[in-house]
């Protein structure tokens, strides 16, 4: 990795943890708040510019394009997120969603930092994924896991603004719980159903926990019209994530058509954006629908943020195998 | 009705055919309902999530279950049909009454919404539009005709459809995004019917060929239910051979194939390689693995074949000579001489004994080696799918369905009157608006064109003041005020 690049890509990360702090504290001074908030925003999009140029750069360096293992799937999804948060808070101008936006960036990148200098290495790829479908089918993919955070943090938003506080903190749980369970099965030799065990389990205690204390509102903290646009921020991000997912699983079946014969095999991998998929349909329905409440739309997206969460990173790190798999590097 | 006609007097009959009616109605309702197809979805997405977990028997073997969850509790998943569970009659049902909640929401409740999209807007009055979600009223310096007229240019900029009737106003935009739930639901539907076919006529299979024999489809493998029928001709990989890297890693596989029909007659030839098939008659053959498989040996008068095994980048044939020692042939590829080892309990590794290029022979004390050939094997991946064109037309389907369904449909609506401000022209224009998804960005839209609107007057009242001989009145009625269409 040539210097400019590592400096570029440290600029993105440093960014990322100083608009969540500068977001952050433009909630305590509410007289600086508009302008902190302008302050923030663009340092994060100083970090969206840089991560962008060190993207270009890795591929130009690797002469391929940048989106081979699990740091630069990584890179890619920070990149994602802070682009998709930009654009939604330019025609939203939701703020709230900016300091979580900006964490799960900085999350993202110390995770990516973490993880062995085998992974931040250029290194040649593999003859499976010698083909130009691989750029065609990995960045939606990529892309859509990003716009479905977005939803679920929007929903964590939702709730809180209507006054659930309790639930969000019962989901706060669920996702400590299974973002644990990923860094302990990715860095250490901890036992693969304990993992597993941690993150379904957790999720599901946190969930039905959440959805069970939906009815306890704390009115004081209630603001219905904020509630409703963090409503409709979530259903946005997930209009854009579908059909990249969408775009995702078809492009990949093509590939493997034209690689194998065969284009659907029931990989883990495959399996599971499915699984994705089929939940954010079954949330598309609920919403045409138009008898679900707000709130729990909002446990909708929290759920379908755990499932991207073990599309994405858990598979690899809770011991599920299959062809997808980033590799093992403990 | 019909049923019970015969039997009734017209005022007896109302209770059970209605009855029937009404149920037939309810189960009707109730499969095209969203609840179930809500519920049916989340019951599948677990199902596939758990197949997602327990390895699938049908992929890794039954071995790998126990050996990831040991024998007692790899039983109980076995037995409960986890471990091979797209093939359980449970995702069946599942699959079958999701198509059949399909078919019926698709029919009922989906397709005909499409006559909507042909129907012109209605127009609504200045009490409607204040009720509505989004409205605004505005009092501007103008007739109403001007503001009706400005409007419509505003909205025709953000690539609104807009219609004028006198003092009213229609418009909307992304109408197509109503036909998002149409188009994917056709898309699932010829998926669907797609698989169905596939699962009926379609085959598959693997099969490692030695350079010189054939490939025959009788080892297949199809669903329970296929009614397709096998092809009678074979196919005999006439070469094969591997092309390396510098390095010596494999670059690329190449067999040269001909398809023999039933009466033995060659009818096709083709050279195949990795991402380069051959199809003929509808069956597509690819390559998909290469190997070395037997090394062909003259021992004195005695001819032997050695199955070869991989090593490495390499191909090893062991020759067991009895009390620990062992012979072992070593081989690159089908050109490069083959390499005879020797290994005896005394020495620490194998020595290299000899080299011996093909079709030569080394005497070795009483034994004369000679080495014929190696046999490489070809890894001839095939399957035939006459369902693929319907496949990947649903894929088509689906994904501009979905794309689709991201576009918000907006709808809005305004009436202007005229006020009568000092002799001067005034009017009060009131417009808003719905729009079911992105409602608060569309919002915001709306009350920039507002400002727009009320700024855009504002400098015209300036500019008026200054020529305002040339503002003749009369002029207004210029406007154009047929229904216009974009
Ligand atoms: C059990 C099967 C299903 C049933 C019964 C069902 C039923 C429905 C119904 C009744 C609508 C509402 C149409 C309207 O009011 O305009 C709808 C819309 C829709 N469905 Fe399905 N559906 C099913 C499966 C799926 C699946 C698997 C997908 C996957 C993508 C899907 C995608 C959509 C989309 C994109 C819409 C349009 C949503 C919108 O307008 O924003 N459906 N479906």
Redesign the interface.
């Known amino acids: 990795m040539s210097d400019l690049q590592l400096a570029l890509t440290n600029t993105a990360g440093i960014s990322s943890v100083m608009s969540f702090w500068v977001f952050v504290g433009s909630n305590a001074f509410k007289r600086w708040q508009p302008l902190m908030i302008k302050i923030a925003t663009f340092v994060m999009a100083v970090g969206f510019i840089a991560l962008s140029m060190a993207i270009v750069g890795r591929g130009i360096e690797a002469n391929r394009f940048p989106l081979a293992n699990l740091y630069e799937a990584l890179l890619w999804f920070a990149w994602a997120t802070t682009g998709a948060y930009l654009f939604l808070a330019k ?2 101008g939701v703020h709230q969603l900016g300091w979580l936006a900006s964490m799960t960036a900085a999350l993202f990148f110390i995770y990516g930092s973490w993880l062995p200098q085998s992974q931040h290495e250029i290194s040649p790829l593999v003859p499976a994924l010698v ?1 130009y479908w691989r750029q065609i089918h990995v960045p939606p993919l990529i892309c859509s896991y990003a716009m479905f955070f977005l939803a679920g943090l929007s929903g964590f938003c939702q709730l809180w603004a209507s006054g659930r506080i309790l639930s969000v903190w019962s989901c706060i749980a669920a996702l400590a719980l299974a973002a644990t369970a990923i860094a302990l099965g990715t860095f250490t030799d901890t036992n693969t159903f304990v993992l ?1 065990g941690m993150f379904v389990f957790g999720s599901l205690a946190g969930v039905l926990g959440a959805a069970k204390s939906l009815k306890k509102i704390d009115e004081k903290k209630a603001d219905q019209k904020r509630a ?2 963090f409503d ?1 921020v979530a ?2 991000a997930i ?2 994530g ?2 990249l997912l ?2 995702g699983i ?1 492009t990949g ?2 590939w493997a ?7 659907w ?5 495959e ?2 954006a ?2 994705t998929w ?2 954010y ?2 949330y ?3 919403r ?2 138009r008898e679900c409440k707000a709130e729990s739309l909002s446990l909708v997206t929290i759920c379908g943020l755990l499932l991207t969460l073990l599309t994405f990173l858990g598979f690899n790190s809770l011991g ?2 299959g062809l997808h798999s980033y590799g093992k590097f403990k | 009705m019909t049923l019970t006609k015969t039997e009734k007097p017209e005022t007896q009959t109302t209770a059970p055919p209605s009855d029937w009616q009404a149920a037939y109605n309810s189960v009707i309702r109730f499969l095209g309902s ?2 179930l ?2 519920t049916l ?2 019951l ?2 677990l199902t ?2 758990i ?3 327990c ?2 028997e ?3 073997g039954q071995q790998k279950v126990i050996d990831q969850f040991g024998e007692q509790f790899a039983q109980v998943l076995i037995n409960a049909g986890i471990s091979d569970i ?1 093939h359980s009659v449970w995702f069946l049902v599942l699959i079958g009454f999701l198509t059949v909640s399909l078919v019926a929401a698709s029919f009922q409740r989906v397709f005909p919404k499409l006559i909507l999209l042909r129907k012109p807007p209605i127009f609504l009055k200045k009490a409607a539009i204040e009720k509505l979600p989004i409205s605004q009223s505005l009092i501007l310096p103008v007739s109403k005709n001007q503001a009706m007229s400005l409007l419509a240019q505003k909205l025709k900029k953000k690539f609104y459809k807009v219609y004028l009737q006198e003092s009213q106003l229609a418009g909307e935009q992304g109408k197509f995004g109503r036909l998002a ?1 149409s188009v994917t639901h056709v898309g699932l539907l010829s998926l669907l019917c797609g698989v169905t076919i596939t699962s009926w006529t379609g085959f ?1 299979g693997f099969q490692p060929v030695r350079l010189g024999d054939s490939l025959s489809f009788a080892d297949s493998e199809h669903s329970k239910l296929w009614i397709g029928k096998l092809p009678n001709w074979r196919v005999k990989v006439e070469k094969t051979e591997r092309e390396d890297y510098p390095s010596g890693d494999p670059k690329q596989w190449y067999s040269d194939l001909v398809v023999i029909d039933s009466q033995g007659k060659p009818v096709k030839r083709q050279q195949i390689s990795v ?1 380069n ?1 051959l199809t003929y008659d509808g069956v ?1 053959i ?1 390559q ?1 693995s290469w190997g070395l498989d037997t090394v062909a040996l003259t021992f004195n008068d005695h001819k032997q074949e050695l199955e070869l095994r991989p090593m490495g980048k390499l191909y090893a044939a062991f020759l067991p000579l009895g009390s620990g020692t062992i012979l072992i042939f070593s081989a690159r590829n089908q050109t490069a001489p083959l390499r005879v080892f020797g290994k005896t309990p005394n020495w620490q590794a194998p020595k290299l004994l000899a080299e011996i290029s093909p079709n030569q022979a080394k005497d070795f004390g009483s034994v004369k080696i000679q080495f014929n050939k190696v046999v490489p094997v070809t890894g001839l ?3 035939c799918d006459p369902a ?1 064109p319907l ?2 037309t649903a ?1 088509g389907f ?2 501009l369905g ?2 689709l ?2 576009v918000p449909y907006r709808q809005v609506w305004a009436q202007a009157q005229d006020l009568d401000v000092n002799g001067k022209a005034a009017c009060q224009l009131v417009f808003g608006g719905t729009s079911y ?5 569309f919002e ?1 839209d709306l009350q920039k064109i507002a400002a727009e609107i009320e700024e855009a007057l504002a400098q015209e009242a300036q500019s008026t003041k200054i020529d305002d001989q040339k503002n003749d009145p009369e002029n207004e009625g210029n406007i154009a005020l047929c229904p216009t269409s974009n």
């Open positions: 025609s939203y083909s597993q409703e646009l409709e259903y946005r209009t854009i579908f059909p969408t775009i078809i079946g093509l058509n034209h690689a194998w014969g065969t284009y095999s029931w990989d883990p991998k399996s599971m499915l699984v089929l939940s349909a079954a598309i329905h609920l045409v629908h599920f195998g | 969203v609840r197809a809500v979805l989340s599948t997405a596939v999530l197949g997602a977990w390895p699938q049908s992929q890794v797209f739930p598959s991402n098939p597509d690819y998909s991946q095939y399957k693929l496949t990947y894929f689906i994904m979905v794309l369904a991201s998804k992105a409602k608060q960005a915001k």
